[in-house]
């Protein structure tokens, strides 16, 4: 039935424009000629670099000294802690048929879907939840108790287990104490405000430690990418049904010069940019299914995904989101299948024939656009927050949470300021943290994909391959969007882009059996 059916024949003319057009052939010959190039020789000696060196760095031998101590109260407290009732009912719990069933006796497993299910979780919560506060703590707690099972986790191990430390752990931390330290110097005010906008910025980050020490094996990576596939095909769906049912959507989501453009996606994001970010994070993992089967219509299936996901994202109208997906093809394709660069040719040739999205990119170039722009579109926006700066030290920025986020837009301590959302995170941390905060977070992002990068590299010929190069991709498509949207000021896709970094440097760093394994 599936092979007789339009969509399997389209799908497979598809692959075949991959492989056996001009473009995919000569990026298909480019990608072998460079396999055995001097640059790919020089790349993979500074991407196998040795692992070990982050094992012997200070911060590795502090933190593998708590560690240990901690092994060793674990030790002591084991025997009354497995009597107590809190474990007792734990076991219990673990044993029911419903868990038994969806996780396999496994808490982590529980945690680590939970982490992949935030957005429905979060939205539940927000839309459904009687208790008020409940729906606006639950972050915290579900972040307070991975860090409780990640320690638990840590006095039920052997002494002699060597702590995971990875190499993302310092530049982490270096930037939360960067934001403890700006945060001090400038709570002129008090330290309220600039408490609630550094949690803003870094709660979320934490989820990276978690992860990194309560996975346990493949189960654990598989298990997350299917649940974000999954997540992601279903919202695709039901914004692509949004957007053919002619969902209205408020005024200010489309110029009055876009008179073509009657709707837009935003199925349960409630923003047609947070959607669209999230298509580009689920695409490349989507995608990652193709290259792990041998099954011809597992692969279709994938590919199938991937280009619902890819519609989904169209119809969200946003262009920041089409730029992030644009960036995101062409890193999966360079780490991954250089002949997918034949799919941007494809892309670009479907776009120009869509009337919609030719309008909402030519309307960039436009007069009106310009003008928009400057007077309450984003360059405006960015010029005043520069303005603003200027009446601060710019080295140190005018405080966490006053200025161009959701923390400052929720409070508006200045009342001489006309508060609002400057679409750019980079230019939110350069207001709010200054020129030496805004550095310490490019150096953070910097060091991520170099690790991400070298991840890559340590899996490739396993397994996971092409789930590390897909993880690195989505991630690079985001921190692009971020340039025209404030991405991380929303609390899941914050901790989503945290979380697959943790997955990533997990399969390149603490899984067993990659290559130059220290």
């Not at 790919?40 to 982050?54: C, E, I, K």
């Not at 011809?296 to 995904?305: D, M, N, P, S």
């Not at 960015?382 to 400052?408: Q, S």
Request: with cysteine; charged share 15%; aromatic share 14%.
């Amino acid at each position: 039935m599936l092979r007789m059916s339009v969509t399997w024949r389209a799908l497979m003319s598809l692959i075949g424009f991959v492989k056996y057009s001009v473009v995919g052939r000569f990026f298909g010959a480019f990608g072998r000629a460079y396999e055995h190039s001097r640059t790919a020789a020089v790349t993979d000696r500074l991407l196998g670099a040795d692992a070990n060196m982050t094992e012997r760095s200070l911060f590795a031998r502090m933190y593998s000294a708590v560690a240990q101590w901690t092994s060793r109260v674990g030790a002591v407290m084991r025997p009354a802690a497995e009597r107590s009732l809190v474990c007792r009912f734990w076991r219990w719990l673990q044993s029911s048929a419903i868990v038994r069933l969806l996780f396999g006796h496994s808490t982590r497993r529980l945690l680590v879907v939970m982490f992949a299910l935030y957005l429905p979780i979060d939205w539940a919560l927000r839309e459904f939840s009687p208790i008020v506060a409940l729906a606006t703590t639950w972050d915290e707690l579900f972040l307070a108790f991975g860090f409780a099972y990640a320690v638990f986790q840590r006095m039920l191990a052997p002494e002699e287990e060597r702590p995971r430390v990875t190499p993302l752990d310092t530049l982490i931390l270096a930037f939360c104490g960067l934001g403890v330290l700006l945060t001090v110097m400038t709570a002129e005010d008090g330290l309220r405000i600039g408490i609630s906008g550094l949690r803003a910025v870094v709660q979320y980050m934490l989820w990276f430690f978690v992860l990194t020490r309560i996975m346990r094996d493949d189960g654990d990576v598989k298990a997350f990418v299917a649940a974000f596939v999954g997540i992601g095909i279903v919202t695709a769906l039901h914004g692509i049904a949004q957007y053919v049912l002619g969902v209205e959507i408020p005024e200010h989501w489309v110029s009055q010069a876009e008179v073509g453009v009657r709707s837009r996606a935003f199925s349960i994001f409630g923003s047609p940019n947070i959607m669209g970010s999230f298509m580009v994070m689920s695409a490349p993992l989507c995608a990652s299914y193709a290259y792990r089967t041998a099954t011809t219509w597992k692969r279709a299936l994938a590919w199938i995904g991937v280009l619902v996901i890819a519609l989904a994202c169209l119809v969200t109208f946003s262009r920041g989101a089409w730029l992030g997906f644009a960036v995101m093809v062409a890193a999966f394709a360079w780490l991954r299948d250089k002949r997918l660069f034949a799919l941007v040719a494809l892309a670009l040739g479907f776009a120009v024939m869509v009337p919609d999205v030719v309008n909402r990119i030519t309307f960039l170039f436009t007069d009106e656009f310009r003008h928009a722009s400057q007077f309450g579109g984003r360059a405006g926006r960015w010029r005043e927050g520069m303005r603003l700066l200027e009446t601060v030290d710019p080295m140190f920025g005018y405080g966490l949470g006053r200025f161009g986020g959701a923390v400052a837009m929720q409070n508006q301590v200045n009342r001489h300021l006309s508060y609002f959302y400057l679409d750019n995170y980079y230019m939110k941390t350069l207001i709010e943290m200054g020129y030496l905060g805004l550095g310490g977070y490019i150096v953070l992002l910097v060091g991520t994909i170099w690790v991400g990068l070298r991840a890559v590299y340590r899996t490739k010929n396993t397994e996971f391959s092409a789930v590390a190069c897909a993880l690195l991709a989505g991630m690079v498509g985001v921190l692009v969007h971020c340039y025209t949207e404030n991405i991380f000021e929303v609390p899941y896709m914050n901790a989503y882009f945290w979380g697959m970094a943790a997955v990533l440097v997990w399969l390149g760093f603490i899984r067993k059996g990659n290559i130059n394994e220290g």
